[in-house]
């Protein structure tokens, strides 16, 4: 079984057990909530309890080229920012 979950939304306009479709409104989202400093969308899916990269199945769904070099140049960037990320986090251990 495959379970989506949404936070940071304003107003939600699905319940649990909704079925949705693509081009579905779920919910709106009108600016920063919880920690965060702008409006995002924190988006997860778990099969059968466990986490899964909401990108591999957009990319499974959408065929759109534009949408796709989005998701690569996203997907690269991440992981300069994760690869800065672990350098600063290994110099932050060694150093305390």
Do not use: W
């Amino acid at each position: 079984m495959c379970k989506h979950f949404i936070s940071h939304l304003a107003s939600v306009n699905v319940k649990i057990g909704d079925k949705v479709k693509q081009g579905d409104i779920l919910g709106r989202i009108y600016g920063a909530s919880g920690n965060a400093v702008s409006p995002q969308l924190h988006y997860e899916i778990k099969v059968k309890g466990l986490h899964q990269d909401p990108l591999r199945f957009i990319k499974k769904a959408y065929h759109d080229s534009v949408l796709l070099e989005k998701i690569k140049v996203y997907e690269e960037r991440m992981k300069e920012v994760v690869t800065k990320r672990d350098i600063l986090v290994k110099h932050y251990l060694i150093s305390h």
